[in-house]
C-alpha cells in the first residue's frame, strides 16, 4: 500500500508535484484513513499563501521547501489501531491533498475525535476535530459534496453576520441607509455572509466583485445591489457603511478607507486576490482588523451554551444549503476531478482565480474513488 501527496511549492505556490511513497506502519492508537474526497476554494489557497505567517504548513508536513495544503473533506478508516474506532467508519474533517492519512486520534466520543499528534497540539482546535458521519447533525449523504465545499466557510460567513449584528454594525445601521460592503463578493464566503445579513433589517448589502462575476453575484439575489471594482465612485461618499474584506486586495482597501469617511468598521477576513495582497498600514479611518472566528464562538457559547449555538448554526446551515441546492437555481454546481493529473489541472484553475463561480470543485487521490 502506498500514499499518494499532491504537494506545492511553497515559495512558489504553481510549482506542484505528485509524490508516492511506501505506507508506514501504525503505531499504537493509530489509524489509517483514506481521503475519499475534498473540496477546493480560494480559502484553500489563502492557507497556503499564508502558511509560514500562520501556519497552515504546520498541519501535513511534508520534504523541506514542500507543503501539502490543508482541505476539507471526507475520509474512511482503512485500518485501525484505536479502539472505539471502527475500520469503515467515515469522518468529516480536515486532510491533506493526497490519498491517505494517518492519524493520532484522542478524546473520543460519539461525535468524533480529536487529532493528538504532537505536531498538532499548538494548533488550533477547529481543525483538529473529526466528525463521525453517522452522527453528525450537519451531514446527509446526499449534501457531502456541499458540506465539503460550504461547511467550514459558512460558519465564518455566520459568525461575521452575527459578531457585525452584535455590534450595532458599529453605529453604520443607526441611520436606517447603513450598508454592509463586501469585496470578492463572488466567493462562497462572501455570498453565506450577505445570505445571513440580508435577512436583517436597517442594512443592505452591496457585492463588490470583478466585472466577469457581476452577473453570477446578481443571480443570487442575496446582494441589494452589485458594483465592480472600478464602479465605487456610484456610492455616495458619506455613506454609512462597514466593509467586510474577502479579497484582501491592499489598493482597494485603501480606495475604501480614502473614499468612504463614514466607514465605521473594517473588517479583514481574507486574501482572494493572491496576487494583490498589502499591508494595511497608514489608512484613513478605522483600522482593518483582522476577523478571528473563534473569539466570536467564544463570546456565542459563553453566553448561549454550546448546544443554543450548535442549533442556531445548524438551523442557518439547513436554510443556507437549502438555497445554494435549489435545483430550479443553483447556487452551486460541483464538479468532480478524480485522479493525479484531473487533481493537478483543477488546482490550476483555483489557484489562477478566474474560473466560474458557480462551479465548486471536488477532488479525489484514492485510488478507487467514490466521487
Ligand atoms: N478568516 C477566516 O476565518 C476565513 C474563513 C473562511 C474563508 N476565509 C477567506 O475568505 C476568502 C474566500 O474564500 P472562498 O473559499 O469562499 O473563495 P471562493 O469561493 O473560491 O472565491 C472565488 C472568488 O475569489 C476571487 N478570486 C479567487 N482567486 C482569485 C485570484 N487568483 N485573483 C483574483 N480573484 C480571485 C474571485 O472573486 P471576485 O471576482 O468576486 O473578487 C473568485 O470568484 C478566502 O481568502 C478565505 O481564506 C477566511
Redesign the pocket.
Known amino acids: 500500500m502506498s500514499t499518494l501527496d499532491f504537494l506545492v511549492r511553497k515559495d512558489r505556490l504553481t510549482k506542484t508535484e505528485l509524490r508516492e511513497t511506501p505506507a508506514i506502519p501504525l503505531a499504537a492508537g493509530q489509524i489509517r484513513l483514506g481521503v475519499d474526497k475534498f473540496a477546493l ?7 497556503a499563501a499564508f502558511g509560514d505567517t500562520m501556519n497552515y504548513w504546520g498541519f501535513y508536513p511534508a520534504a523541506e521547501g514542500w507543503g501539502r495544503i490543508p482541505v476539507w473533506g471526507f475520509g474512511t478508516v482503512l485500518e485501525s489501531g484505536c479502539p472505539g474506532i471502527a475500520v469503515g467508519e467515515r469522518f468529516y474533517g480536515y486532510y491533506p491533498m493526497s490519498s491517505q492519512i494517518v492519524l493520532q486520534p484522542v478524546r473520543l466520543s460519539p461525535a468524533g475525535f480529536f487529532e493528538g499528534a504532537e505536531h498538532r497540539a499548538a494548533l488550533h482546535a477547529v481543525y483538529n476535530s473529526y466528525a463521525r458521519c453517522a452522527a453528525d447533525p450537519f451531514h446527509t449523504v446526499q449534501t457531502e459534496d456541499v458540506e465539503a465545499l460550504l461547511r ?2 459558512f460558519i ?1 460567513s455566520w459568525l461575521i453576520d452575527d459578531f457585525l449584528a452584535d455590534m450595532d454594525f458599529f453605529g453604520a445601521g443607526a441611520s436606517g441607509n447603513g450598508v454592509a460592503l463586501l ?8 455570498y453565506g455572509t450577505a445570505f445571513q445579513l440580508a435577512q436583517r433589517t436597517g442594512i443592505a448589502v452591496i457585492g ?3 466585472a ?2 457581476r452577473e453570477f ?1 446578481n443571480s443570487l439575489g442575496c446582494y441589494h445591489r452589485v458594483l465592480s ?1 472600478d464602479e465605487l465612485d456610484r456610492l455616495a461618499a458619506d455613506l454609512a457603511c462597514v466593509f467586510v474584506d ?3 486586495n491592499a489598493a482597494l482597501r485603501r480606495e475604501i478607507h480614502t473614499r468612504f469617511g463614514n466607514l465605521k468598521y473594517s473588517c479583514s ?8 495582497l498589502g499591508g494595511a498600514k497608514d489608512l484613513p479611518g478605522p483600522r482593518a482588523t ?2 478571528f ?1 473563534p473569539a466570536q464562538i467564544k463570546k456565542r457559547t459563553a453566553e448561549w451554551g454550546t448546544q443554543e449555538l450548535g442549533q442556531r448554526l445548524l438551523y442557518a446551515w439547513q436554510a443556507f444549503v437549502g438555497k445554494v441546492g435549489d435545483p430550479a437555481a443553483p447556487w452551486l454546481v460541483v464538479r468532480h476531478h478524480s485522479g493525479p493529473d484531473a487533481v493537478s489541472a483543477a488546482y490550476a484553475e ?6 466560474d ?1 458557480r462551479i465548486g470543485h471536488m477532488l479525489s487521490l484514492a485510488p478507487h474513488s467514490p466521487v
Not at 41 to 47: K, Q
Not at 350 to 355: N, P, Q
Open positions: 476554494t480560494a480559502n484553500n489557497i489563502t492557507y467550514p466557510l465564518t469585496s470578492s463578493a463572488s466567493s462562497k464566503t462572501a463588490l466583485t470583478s466577469a462575476n453575484c471594482y474577502f479579497a484582501g477576513v481574507g486574501g482572494t486576490h493572491v496576487e494583490q483582522l476577523f472566528a483555483v489557484l489562477g482565480g478566474r474560473g463561480p
